[in-house]
């Protein structure tokens, strides 16, 4: 207890920090020329209940936390008793079984992450030598839920980073000054002394070609993301400097087909079922965000289901009108499971607003997905806490692409041939690894679509708004259930999601939103209005074809890229303010 009570006079906590889920930040290096606090303030949305930081000679944590579980007593970094000390953005969905397990340990929060602290503590507490990242993973692997965390011993000088078998929550880490930093977000590096963030050339075209950003790259030039699902180890050198020394990587995601039987569509919507079970978990209350498709209405309805008759449950849809089919469709579910079904609408001048947002927060190019912030901006209205379907379209084959890998790998090798990428230069063949359903599927799960794309759109959309945002699809349960259909019973010809229909029929739909067929987000919902939007920007189009010479082909192609670069450009790399104007910051982005 001596060492966590003189650890604990460390940690240092400001309340109410603006009103804008969690984010963290850490600094490893023998001279850390700042407080972690400094980069932890350009995560406030993250974070709006508390911030807090803790400090010794060689390294720096802050925390800005979002309260879900463990409202009262949760504060971040959260020391352990044997002097480890953790900052955290997690749901940890098995907690309480931890806590069970460890009968004998005297907690010191209800938080759920101190789970990981004290499943760190049981398995290094005999430890002379400082553990690998292999050797981390045992205890790593036991945690259920949602994660990415960074975790301090003191004892090594050893750094611990991880993050969730599908990088639902991001973490992302430069090397500079002989230090290690380390952060939610990247806008919080504009904070590194003699850093400067910068548009990675290289990762853009191959953003562009395969329209995600691949494995741990990023957008920004020496900025990295912890893999997904990955544990890295850095520790202080002899001359005081970070350094990785070892990574863990998971096994990559593959289909092991079994066959089909009477009972598997009821084993597959149980594994779904226990999943969104486990995602209620929580000191508040949750909702759900219902666009009108399988996914999302399966997960009200099972949502639903498990919460009984304690309350009305809250569902969210935006839509750019009342006559929009998704939008059709989701009030038609809310109506059928009686939901308090809230519903907004996007005009032209709240999608400019909400494309600067989602430049912003994104830290992406894509302007096609506007809905997703004002989406979450209603959640955040009242909730804290909201259930989602992504992970679906991945793992049961929902994208049209799914029905013609090989034309995809074909597309995308075309959109390279435009960019001018020659072969040599290509990562990954793309004609290759589309060549048939499997492969094309665990690539999208394994090396980017699903974490860089699909979930940090959730991810920082929701956190730019406080809202914490689970995803039943990505249960445990339920992706072994998905890794055992054979291909046959994900997509047959046009049919997707042939397995999750049959299994839909066992949960309170109407059988035609079950039958529903799949409808591209974005341009789906608010498809006048991107045209729109477009209509007014040849100007923009045009000057950046201009700045870009050798991306003018592309951006005659898809104009709606030039504009998301001049918006990138001018929010993060020339650092504009975003409450500026739409049209203001695409003119300045455009400009010499």
Same mark, same amino acid.
């Given at each position: 207890m001596v060492v966590l009570n003189r650890v604990l006079r460390k940690v240092h906590k400001e309340q109410d920090m603006g009103h804008t889920m969690c984010g963290i930040a850490a600094v490893l290096g023998a001279d850390v020329p700042l407080d972690a606090k400094d980069l932890v303030r350009h995560l406030m949305h993250r974070g709006p209940d508390a911030v807090s930081n803790w400090t010794d000679e060689w390294c720096s944590l802050a925390h800005a936390r979002l309260s879900i579980v463990g409202l009262d007593n949760g504060t971040q970094p959260m020391v352990g008793y044997h002097g480890a000390v953790l900052t955290a953005n997690c749901e940890i969905y098995n907690h309480n079984a931890i806590r069970q397990e460890l009968i004998g340990r005297s907690w010191l929060t209800d938080s759920d992450a101190e789970a990981i602290l004290a499943l760190h503590e049981q398995h290094t507490s005999g430890s002379r030598t400082p553990p690998t990242a292999e050797q981390h993973r045992a205890w790593v692997s036991r945690l259920d839920g949602m994660y990415a965390f960074t975790l301090w011993d003191p004892r090594h000088r050893q750094m611990i980073l991880a993050r969730d078998r599908w990088g639902i929550k991001p973490l992302h880490r430069v090397e500079s000054s002989s230090c290690l930093w380390v952060a939610s977000e990247a806008k919080a590096f504009r904070e590194i002394p003699g850093f400067t963030l910068r548009l990675d050339s290289h990762v853009l075209l191959e953003r562009?070609?395969?329209?995600?950003?691949?494995?741990?790259?990023?957008?920004?030039?020496?900025?990295?993301?912890?893999?997904?699902?990955?544990? %890295?180890?850095?520790?202080?050198?002899?001359?005081? %400097?970070?350094?990785?020394?070892?990574? +863990?990587?998971?096994?990559?995601?593959?289909?092991?087909p079994l066959p089909w039987t009477d009972g598997s569509s009821k084993e597959m919507i149980a594994s779904l079922r226990s999943s969104v079970r486990d995602r209620l978990m929580a000191d508040v209350d949750v909702g759900v965000v219902l666009s009108g498709g399988l996914d999302s209405s399966l997960v009200a309805s099972l949502a639903v289901e498990a919460s009984g008759d304690v309350e009305r449950m809250t569902a969210w849809t935006v839509?750019?009108? %009342?006559?929009?089919?998704?939008?059709?469709?989701?009030?038609?579910?809310?109506?059928?499971?009686?939901?308090?079904?809230?519903?907004?609408?996007?005009?032209?001048?709240?999608?400019?607003?909400?494309?600067?947002?989602?430049?912003? @927060?994104?830290?992406?190019?894509?302007?096609?997905?506007?809905?997703?912030?004002?989406?979450?901006?209603?959640?955040? @209205?009242?909730?804290?806490?909201?259930?989602?379907?992504?992970? +679906?379209?991945?793992?049961?084959?929902?994208?049209?692409?799914?029905?013609?890998?090989?034309? @995809?790998?074909?597309?995308?090798?075309?959109?390279?041939?435009?960019?001018?990428?020659? %072969?040599?230069?290509?990562?990954?063949?793309?004609?290759?690894?589309?060549?048939?359903?499997?492969?094309?599927?665990?690539?999208?799960?394994?090396?980017?679509?699903?974490?860089?794309?699909?979930?940090?759109?959730?991810?920082?959309?929701?956190?730019?708004?406080?809202?914490?945002?689970?995803?039943?699809?990505?249960?445990a349960t339920h992706v072994s259930s998905a890794a055992r259909l054979g291909g046959d019973m994900r997509r047959h010809g046009a049919g997707e999601k042939v397995a999750l229909r049959a299994a839909a029929t066992h949960v309170d739909l109407p059988p035609h939103i079950i039958q529903r067929p799949k409808l591209p987000a974005g341009r789906s919902t608010t498809p006048s209005l991107l045209e729109n939007m477009l209509d007014g920007a040849e100007d923009i189009v045009e000057s950046m074809s201009s700045l870009h010479p050798h991306l003018a082909s592309f951006f005659s192609i898809e104009p709606e890229t030039a504009i998301g670069l001049a918006l990138f450009d001018a929010l993060h790399i020339r650092g504009a303010s975003p409450k500026s104007d739409f049209w203001d910051l695409a003119q300045e982005g455009c400009s010499r």
């Open positions: 562009l070609a395969w329209e995600y950003c691949l494995d741990d790259t990023t957008l920004f030039a020496d900025v990295k993301q912890v893999p997904q699902g990955g544990i %890295e180890v850095w520790e202080i050198s002899d001359a005081g %400097e970070a350094e990785l020394v070892s990574v +863990a990587l998971p096994s990559p995601f593959s289909f092991v839509s750019e009108s %009342e006559d929009n089919p998704d939008y059709v469709a989701a009030v038609e579910v809310a109506q059928h499971l009686d939901l308090n079904h809230r519903a907004s609408f996007i005009d032209d001048d709240g999608l400019d607003s909400a494309i600067v947002d989602l430049v912003h @927060h994104g830290e992406d190019l894509d302007v096609t997905v506007a809905f997703f912030h004002p989406l979450f901006q209603e959640v955040g @209205h009242s909730h804290k806490v909201a259930l989602c379907g992504q992970g +679906a379209d991945e793992l049961h084959a929902g994208y049209p692409r799914y029905s013609g890998p090989s034309e @995809h790998g074909a597309s995308v090798s075309t959109r390279f041939d435009i960019l001018d990428v020659p %072969e040599s230069a290509r990562r990954y063949d793309s004609v290759y690894v589309c060549r048939d359903l499997d492969r094309i599927q665990c690539f999208d799960l394994n090396h980017g679509q699903l974490s860089n794309f699909q979930l940090r759109l959730v991810d920082r959309h929701s956190m730019a708004h406080g809202v914490e945002v689970r995803v039943p699809f990505l249960g």
